[in-house]
């Protein structure tokens, strides 16, 4: 698995993955473990991979031919 998710991703991925995962304990009854979706853009922010972009052929990382803008 090469990583396809680059930096600025992963902090939106954790940032939203954490926001979703709070619902658990705000939510109340069965509706409650809906917040556990949070755990796929926390996981994929974790290990850097994530399918639907492999599948699609999409990659945020940055490149070693990539500089940044002077």
């Known amino acids: 698995m090469k990583k396809n998710v680059g930096g600025a991703d992963r902090i939106i991925r954790?940032?939203?993955g954490l926001?979703?995962?709070s619902l658990f304990f705000i939510?109340?009854?069965n509706a409650r473990y809906?917040?556990?979706v949070?755990?796929?853009p926390l996981g994929t922010a974790l290990i850097g991979w994530c399918?639907?972009?492999a599948i699609f052929g999409m990659n945020t990382c940055r490149t070693k031919n990539?500089?940044?803008p002077d």
């Open 14 to 16: 954790i940032i939203l």
């Open 19 to 21: 926001a979703i995962l």
């Open 27 to 29: 939510l109340e009854g």
């Open 34 to 36: 809906w917040a556990l």
């Open 38 to 40: 949070g755990l796929i």
């Open 51 to 53: 399918p639907p972009y």
């Open 66 to 68: 990539d500089t940044p």
